[in-house]
């Protein structure tokens, strides 16, 4: 089942000084298949960053079509985005996004408390969910006394505990060390495995290597994709690694 649709997706920015124009996204085209994990990656200023941003909808394109299990986002109001946002999307930073004077407990629950669910509600959600990231024994104290790793696995849990139809992850390693990204990297493979759809903005290989297709931006279109089928985790990378290549030098991939 498709439960996310993008359809010829072009973004036009003007400059604040001069008016001139900055085209970030040409013509982006696909689809995610419910249960797919799905990896993003390009170079810097390739249109990826706005491609997330537009997917979840904190951003509109010049033209083109969103279209969440065949909801258009772009026809949402401003008044009911938020809402739809909570609801629907959950959000992986690299620099986590957690507040500071909330404990994690409550950073974890934030979504469900603007969603006025109940305390036993928001109690029952929660058990499973800090027992399955391993925060549970973290759950009462506050970010600046956690480690990066217990951060990002607090922000996990905070996107998963609404149940979203999209995990939405945004260079999610980007400030882990090598041992906690891998963790991260398993644990997001374990939560694919459960159904959890996703889609993950990278600048790392490693990273991608762990989604089952990378499709990859380069001058704000979709320029290549790869899938991986009965490949290793290592033999990816390594498809990864040449189609980068491919990008960097101005080649064209193989079909």
Do not use: C, W
Not at 52 to 61: C, R, S, V, Y
Not at 219 to 246: A, C
């Amino acid at each position: 089942m498709t439960i996310l649709e993008v359809e010829h997706l072009k973004k036009i920015y003007t400059t604040r000084f001069g008016g001139a124009q900055v085209q970030a996204l040409t013509d982006v085209s696909f689809s995610v298949e419910q249960g797919e994990y799905v990896a993003i990656m390009g170079e810097s200023g390739s249109g990826k960053t706005t491609l997330l941003n537009i997917l979840a909808a904190l951003d509109k394109p010049t033209s083109g079509q969103v279209r969440l299990r065949g909801r258009s986002i772009l026809d949402i109001s401003e008044k009911d985005i938020s809402a739809f946002r909570r609801d629907n999307l959950g959000f992986v930073f690299q620099d986590y996004n957690l507040l500071d004077t909330f404990s994690i407990q409550d950073n974890v629950l934030l979504p469900l408390v603007l969603a006025g669910k109940s305390f036993d509600e928001m109690n029952r959600r929660l058990q499973p969910i800090a027992k399955k990231l391993g925060i549970n024994k973290i759950l009462k104290k506050f970010p600046y006394e956690v480690s990066g790793g217990e951060k990002q696995r607090a922000a996990v849990a905070r996107a998963l505990i609404t149940g979203p139809q999209l995990l939405l992850a945004d260079e999610p390693t980007g400030s882990l060390d090598s041992r906690n990204a891998d963790s991260l990297l398993k644990l997001f493979g374990e939560i694919n495995a459960e159904g959890q759809t996703i889609l993950m903005v990278t600048h790392s290989v490693k990273a991608a290597s762990h989604a089952s297709r990378v499709l990859f931006i380069r001058d704000g279109q979709v320029f290549h994709q790869l899938y991986r089928g009965n490949l290793t985790n290592e033999e990816l990378f390594q498809k990864i690694s040449d189609t980068l290549t491919l990008i960097a030098t101005g080649g064209e991939a193989s079909a």
